[in-house]
């Protein structure tokens, strides 16, 4: 009988570890209907980091991840990097609007359904999950980083977290401004040669 219980459990954890779709892969379109119903598509922050945290709005884990992220919003946001909560818990407009008021959320939070988070998380519902789930998007709209099902410590992490958007916000840093200057100079060479 303990073998077949090891067995199981062994199989159920395989089928957990393939349910993580792969990273990196291109983000599909998703889109955020906010507590006023104003809908926005994740691909109008194309160009941002964007970390997008599926989250229950009972949830303190979640809860304290919104602020964390309201935090490297303060820090990160001039710089290009866009947090974005979605809940999922039957959230309704009422209950996102008390979530992002009683714990001073500054970020964006909008609310989905719990079928289109499964499935945009990749998952199946047949999948066992914890949230936060976290999923990290570059600028090019590249997911680089997801959550496991079971929960990935590290992208709760501030440090962590932080550490990973400033990388990937520094990625193309050679801004459109650079390459012009650089065009520019490369210009002026030739009218001065002649050519």
Same mark, same amino acid.
């Given at each position: 009988?303990?073998?077949?219980?090891?067995? *199981?459990?062994?199989?159920? /954890?395989? !089928?957990?570890?393939?349910?993580?779709?792969?990273?990196? #892969?291109?983000?599909?379109? !998703?889109? !955020?209907?906010? %507590?006023?119903?104003? $809908? *926005?598509?994740?691909?109008?922050?194309?160009?941002?980091?964007?970390?997008?945290? !599926?989250?229950?709005?009972?949830?303190? $884990?979640?809860?304290?991840?919104?602020?964390?992220? *309201?935090?490297?919003? %303060?820090? /990160?946001?001039?710089?290009?990097?866009?947090? =974005?909560?979605?809940?999922?818990?039957?959230?309704?407009?009422?209950?996102?609007?008390?979530?992002?008021?009683?714990? $001073? =959320?500054?970020?964006?939070? %909008?609310? %989905?359904?719990?079928?289109?988070? =499964?499935?945009?998380?990749?998952?199946?519902?047949?999948? #066992?999950?914890?949230?936060?789930?976290?999923?990290?998007?570059? &600028? &090019?709209?590249?997911?680089?980083?997801? @959550?496991?099902?079971?929960?990935?410590?590290?992208?709760?992490?501030?440090?962590?977290?932080?550490?990973?958007?400033?990388?990937?916000?520094?990625?193309?840093?050679? @801004?459109?401004?650079? &390459?012009?200057?650089?065009?520019?100079?490369? *210009?002026?060479?030739?009218?001065?040669?002649?050519?």
């Amino acid at each position: 009988m303990r073998s077949l219980t090891i067995f *199981t459990a062994a199989v159920a /954890l395989a !089928f957990t570890a393939l349910a993580k779709p792969p990273v990196p #892969r291109p983000a599909k379109e !998703f889109d !955020f209907v906010d %507590a006023n119903g104003k $809908h *926005t598509l994740l691909s109008s922050y194309r160009g941002k980091v964007v970390v997008i945290q !599926f989250l229950q709005t009972t949830c303190p $884990h979640c809860q304290a991840m919104s602020q964390m992220l *309201t935090k490297l919003n %303060a820090e /990160l946001g001039p710089r290009g990097f866009q947090p =974005i909560g979605v809940a999922f818990n039957d959230a309704t407009p009422d209950m996102v609007r008390n979530y992002v008021s009683q714990f $001073h =959320i500054g970020m964006p939070v %909008a609310y %989905a359904p719990r079928d289109t988070v =499964i499935s945009y998380l990749g998952l199946s519902i047949m999948d #066992r999950f914890v949230v936060p789930q976290v999923m990290v998007i570059d &600028k &090019k709209g590249t997911i680089v980083a997801q @959550s496991d099902p079971l929960g990935t410590a590290e992208l709760q992490t501030e440090s962590y977290l932080r550490d990973m958007v400033d990388k990937l916000l520094k990625e193309g840093a050679t @801004s459109s401004s650079t &390459k012009k200057a650089v065009r520019a100079v490369a *210009t002026a060479k030739k009218a001065g040669s002649g050519q």
